[in-house]
């Protein structure tokens, strides 16, 4: 006769099993897009944990498109399958163009029934794709934005206070994404050439994601229009200027809730 425990244990064993089916529908990514048409988005999450894994805390979803270098961010709450897939949702309505592709590492955050349903359940469906495991280079892309765009600016203190979300995202669909966007430029690898024992690498002239949608001719006029119309209207020393106070105001109250947590622990 099988015990309660027994029984306990095979439906333990059985709820491993979808992690492998919901690998099997998303593929891994083999250069099968064309990069030079923006819509190809790498995605990743940073995680504002400071020294420690446990607990609740800030993610920032961020992507970036392949073409054009156009960055997008998102705080949630976590990495709870709903939030990562309502802060993808946010980003897609944000961008400029529609997406046709979607690149990720094998977090739980990214390969679940939630987002592959809402890139799959859709008259156009887009291309959702996984690296490879343990591979990083995968997502040059985006693991170098996670720098650039994130850490640099934010840092790597532990946000464990769920009003940052609220206020990480006022600033992320604001001054974040007119700066990055419209203001900072960045090259692009084209080529890479093996000479001897050394490889050369020719990038192209340094161009903002603004330019380069500008440029191309998979955008359409009006978006161009619009775009134009913005870029018109910012004013880059002013947008840093408020970036800055709106980044102060995060980091004051993550030290307010360090030294808190250090006067009641005493």
């Not at 064993?13 to 923006?38: L, V």
């Not at 987002?115 to 469906?125: C, S, V």
Request: glycine share 4%; proline share 4%.
């Amino acid at each position: 006769m099988v015990s309660d425990r027994a029984k306990c244990n095979k439906i333990g064993f059985a709820t491993t099993k979808p992690g492998a089916i919901i690998k099997k529908h998303i593929p891994i990514k083999t250069n099968q897009w064309d990069e030079s048409i923006p819509g190809f988005l790498e995605a990743d999450t940073v995680a504002h944990c400071g020294n420690s894994m446990a607990g609740m805390f800030v993610f920032t979803l961020n992507c970036v498109d392949i073409a054009s270098g156009w960055v997008e961010q998102r705080a949630v709450w976590g990495k709870g399958e709903t939030g990562v897939k309502d802060a993808m949702e946010s980003i897609e309505n944000a961008l400029p163009f529609p997406i046709l592709g979607f690149d990720c590492d094998n977090g739980s955050e990214f390969l679940n029934w939630h987002l592959i349903k809402f890139f799959t359940d859709r008259k156009r469906p887009v291309q959702f794709t996984r690296s490879r495991p343990y591979h990083k280079n995968d997502n040059a892309h985006i693991e170098n934005k996670n720098w650039t765009n994130v850490r640099q600016y934010i840092g790597y203190e532990r946000f464990e206070d769920a009003r940052l979300v609220d206020l990480l995202n006022d600033l992320y669909q604001n001054e974040w994404t007119d700066y990055f966007n419209f203001f900072i430029p960045s090259v692009k690898l084209i080529e890479k050439k093996r000479i001897g024992s050394k490889i050369k690498k020719i990038h192209d002239d340094a161009s903002t994601p603004y330019q380069r949608l500008m440029k191309s001719r998979h955008i359409e006029t009006q978006t161009k229009e619009r775009l134009k119309a913005k870029f018109e209207t910012l004013n880059p020393f002013d947008i840093q200027s408020k970036m800055f106070v709106k980044i102060k105001k995060i980091i004051k109250l993550v030290n307010e809730k360090k030294q808190y947590e250090n006067i009641t622990q005493k």
